[in-house]
């Protein structure tokens, strides 16, 4: 493997299209079927009774090559893991700080924000990523651990 040209490489592309574009349609499928915002271990538990074989590299592999292509959102802002979104419009989230779980809020992202940034900077904006942290309910409920 000394001498792979980009002949070669695109050979090798075509070679394993078939089971790559199945892979991604299925991962696809799945995380659009949820609104917890899995990590890829968690796609790859939601992805494995339909392709038992699939890999956790693979899984991981395509979720960051359809979050590059704008298909789904990756959510790597802030908290313990990456986690996936199967919408890619912008919306907002909220996560919980003790249990790192995210959840979408029902609230229309402000468009007011970017034109202030525009002033406010000398980028032009074109989007923005706002996420809010907190407890979730059942964290909320927990009695406060004793500190050391
Ligand atoms: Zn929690
Ligand atoms: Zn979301």
Known sequence: MAYVTPFHLKLMALAHRPRNTRQRRVILDELKKVTSHPTAYEVLK???????????ATVYRNLELLSERGVIMRLDTGGMKRRYDGNAANHYHVRC???DRVADVSCEPLGTIEELMGEATDFTIVGHRLEFHGYCPACARQPAKPTA
Do not use: W
Request: charged share 15%; net charge positive.
């Open 97 to 99: 700080i003790v249990c």
């Open 46 to 56: 939601l992805v494995r009774s339909r392709m038992p074989g699939i890999s956790l």
